[in-house]
Structure formats: structure tokens, C-alpha cells
């Protein structure tokens, strides 16, 4: 009796706790795509949101393979490399992140000035919300305070406040913006 009541209370855990998997609508294993933006990269890992505290980089409009993906993590290499990274993600909402045609991204429209600073991941007063995002990648928050993870690509080109992260534990900044350009960027500061 006892073993059918825990085998019974273990069933429900497993299949009344899940959650349906999202796929990669549009995109599956084996598809090439380009970096959408910057992505921060921590040893072979990068999460939901860039944190400027790490060092790696992975630069907007990279080619990118995709190996493997799973409801919170995306697989992939960039061709030339033999490393695998992992994009720890909800993965419904991949176009955050990548897209499949690199002119999408509008780097080739972009001039000389603005890609130097992209390169260098700035954020400075005037430049545009595409141009933020392409060269800080998903905030951590927007709007006052809504989490950034399950939104669409959409949604935060939508809001007017961006927050972005030093680390996991320190705020960088927050990027306000007035008819899709910055107009105030409020920095926070961290004792070393």
C-alpha cells in the first residue's frame, strides 16, 4: 500500500508539475543563425541577460550552428571553433537572442562611428534602441522592474526602460529612452 501511494505521489510530481516545452518555432538542430547582439560570454556559457562583467564576447552578427536544444538552454558553436556554448534561456524566445538573416540586424547600415562603439559594448546618449541592443544584448529588466526572461524580442524594443547587470549581484545601469534614442542612463556604482 505504502509503496502505490508513493508511487502514485511520485507520477503526479512528475507529470502535474511540467510545463509544456516551447520549441524554437522557426529554427531547429542543425540551423545556422547570426548573434542578434553582443553576447557576454562566461567560460562556454551566457545567460539570459548580458552581464558587461564578463569578459568573453561573442560579436553581434556572428555565425552560429545550432547543436542541441532543451526548454532552458541553447547549444551551440561558431563554425571555425571547437567550443560549444550555452545559451541558458527560455528557448521559445530564441529571436532575442539569434536570427536567420543576418541583414536583419542592420549592421550594414549602421556607420563607422556607431559600430566602434558597438564593438566596445557602449551605451551613450543618442544612440537607438536597436543600437543598445545590439551592443548590450537583452537587458536584465524593462519597464519598472519587469523580469526581461520570458518577453519577446517585441516587447522589449516596446518599453522605454532598460536594466542591465554588472554580475548576477550588481546593477549596472539603467537605460531610459524618449522616442526609441537614449535620453539618460543612470549608472550604478560598485565598491571594489
Not at 59 to 68: R, S, V, Y
Not at 102 to 114: C, F, M, P, R, Y
Not at 122 to 151: Q, Y
Amino acid at each position: 500500500m505504502k509503496k502505490t501511494i508513493l508511487f502514485v505521489l511520485i507520477c503526479i510530481f512528475m507529470f502535474g508539475c511540467a510545463t509544456p516545452f516551447k520549441k524554437m518555432d522557426g529554427a531547429a538542430v542543425g540551423d545556422t543563425l547570426y548573434a542578434r547582439s553582443n553576447l557576454m560570454v562566461n567560460g562556454d556559457t551566457i545567460f539570459w541577460h548580458n552581464m558587461s562583467g564578463f569578459k568573453g564576447i561573442i560579436p553581434a552578427g556572428t555565425e552560429i550552428n545550432i547543436l542541441h536544444f532543451s526548454r532552458k538552454a541553447i547549444i551551440f558553436i561558431v563554425p571555425g571553433e571547437e567550443k560549444k556554448y550555452r545559451l541558458l534561456t527560455e528557448t521559445a524566445n530564441y529571436d532575442k537572442y539569434f536570427v536567420k538573416d543576418k541583414d536583419a540586424i542592420g549592421l550594414e547600415k549602421l556607420s563607422s562611428d556607431v559600430m566602434k562603439k558597438i564593438k566596445g559594448r557602449m551605451i551613450l546618449e543618442g544612440m537607438t534602441k536597436e543600437e543598445v541592443f545590439i551592443s548590450r544584448g537583452c537587458p536584465a529588466f524593462i519597464g519598472w522592474g519587469e523580469v526581461s526572461l520570458r518577453r519577446t524580442f517585441e516587447s522589449a524594443m516596446k518599453s522605454d526602460t532598460w536594466y542591465y547587470y554588472l554580475n548576477s549581484r550588481n546593477l549596472e545601469c539603467l537605460v531610459k529612452f524618449k522616442d526609441g534614442v537614449v535620453n539618460d542612463i543612470v549608472w550604478y556604482r560598485h565598491k571594489k
